[in-house]
């Protein structure tokens, strides 16, 4: 009997061992997993957003084993930047040209086309627009400041890039002012060097609102979603809308395949969430697609009484919603100019079953953040993958290097931001860019 009890005990300290090492080496796991490691390029302009806000597209990109990033250096002049992937040797070149880096709108948005040319747009808060290009494959010296088309480029304001997978390039902004602006598209053949125009009034705020949007590009096309603005009150946001685009932008349709009439407004846009004014939904976040096609956009509102990140997503031909539980205190949006927030607007990404949203909070201590989640049973984990706190900093990752090799390159920089475009009298701060080794996968 003795025996049994002894055996018995063994058993149950052997479980709870077991258990206990499996526990350990899952943390283990998780924590080598999640590996980072920081360059640093040079020191940027922090007394404000201007350098990490979201709208970017994009802080950071790579071209056949290059990287590239651009930013304000303290004095406000335009810096770029190049290395080898996995060098920590920057080649650096403080452009002839300058920002108006008080007003956090005025962010640097770059791309490289197939031919392996750096397009570089910056500077914008419903002005003209300032736009070069390199003199050569490769190089970071920029050419003169030249016009696009000339057609709608007197009042631009959120530029972007975008690369296309034949090569050519998109490039998209608002014309006019918040509350009653327009989405213009313009498209680069890479063979003929030219810019056309491709949409001049794509979301028609019909001289009433405007859109805030968010595009990514899929195998399959453009996809593209937003929130209208009646005025220029961040409170006024309401409702997730979408499309797409399977022929480069040319025309475009819902989700249900029914064709748009164009251009888009109120009326006739598609309805991917239903969110009503002074909910705090935040405007200009991120979306993507899975391997199949299937969009996810995140964003942030308030339906609880306090803010929280969501995903609304389609599968099997429906919008759903996922709601996550990561913040715990209350706050509201509202007036204009770029506002101080506690949680910054989110980035995602999809790889299989595995969902990631990139992230700050103050209840974190503004460090850079990790979600994750595995589709099937939608469980969330967070981690911190900055040492330090990155201040108002927002999410800028390397897309094209996330499309090609699934490696995550986080465009960083401690920042600050006071509300309603004001600044904070601080030292310059770093520009670096974090590397995830890898990320981690959860079995459902």
Not at 206 to 227: F, L, P, T
Not at 249 to 255: A, E, L, N, V
């Amino acid at each position: 009997m003795k025996i049994d009890l002894y055996t018995q005990s063994n058993k149950k300290s052997f479980r709870t061992t077991s258990l206990f090492l499996a526990l350990l080496f899952f943390s283990f796991h998780l924590n080598a997993q999640l590996k980072t490691t920081e360059s640093e390029v040079g020191l940027g302009w922090s007394n404000n957003s201007v350098n990490t806000v979201i709208f970017r597209n994009s802080a950071l990109t790579s071209f056949k084993g290059n990287q590239y990033t651009a930013y304000y250096d303290p004095e406000g002049r335009m810096v770029l930047a190049k290395r080898k992937l996995n060098s920590n040797n920057w080649d650096k070149v403080i452009t002839p040209y300058s920002g108006n880096v008080k007003d956090a709108h005025n962010d640097i948005s770059i791309a490289i086309d197939s031919d392996g040319y750096l397009h570089v747009s910056w500077d914008h808060h419903d002005t003209r627009l300032r736009y070069a290009r390199s003199k050569k494959p490769f190089s970071l010296e920029l050419g003169e400041e030249i016009a696009m088309t000339g057609v709608d480029e007197n009042k631009v304001t959120y530029p972007e890039f975008h690369n296309l997978p034949n090569g050519n390039l998109l490039f998209c902004y608002r014309s006019g002012a918040s509350g009653r602006g327009n989405l213009v598209i313009k498209s680069y053949d890479v063979k003929k060097q030219q810019w056309t125009s491709l949409q001049n009034n794509l979301l028609d705020g019909e001289n009433q609102r405007s859109a805030y949007w968010q595009m990514c590009i899929g195998k399959k096309g453009i996809y593209i979603s937003w929130v209208w603005r009646e005025s220029w009150d961040v409170s006024t946001n309401h409702d997730l809308c979408y499309a797409f685009s399977a022929d480069g932008g040319k025309t475009w349709q819902k989700s249900t395949g029914e064709k748009y009439t164009l251009p888009i407004t109120k009326e006739t846009a598609e309805h991917a969430w239903n969110v009503p004014q002074n909910s705090s939904l935040i405007n200009q976040t991120a979306m993507t697609v899975d391997e199949k096609g299937n969009p996810y956009i995140t964003t942030y509102w308030d339906n609880t009484g306090i803010p929280q990140y969501k995903v609304v997503y389609i599968s099997d031909g429906k919008w759903n919603l996922i709601n996550t539980d990561f913040h715990s205190k209350p706050f509201s949006l509202g007036g204009g100019g770029t506002k101080r927030i506690p949680i910054s607007r989110p980035e995602i990404l999809v790889d299989k079953s595995m969902l990631y949203l990139l992230f700050r909070d103050e209840e974190r201590d503004n460090k850079i953040t990790l979600a994750y989640a595995d589709l099937g049973n939608k469980k969330w984990q967070l981690t911190d993958l900055s040492r330090f706190t990155v201040g108002q900093w927002e999410p800028n990752l390397d897309k094209e290097l996330w499309k090609e090799k699934k490696q995550l390159h986080i465009f960083s920089q401690n920042v600050s931001q006071a509300d309603g475009e004001g600044l904070v009298k601080v030292n310059p701060e770093p520009v670096q860019v974090l590397e995830v080794k890898k990320l981690p996968v959860l079995k459902n």
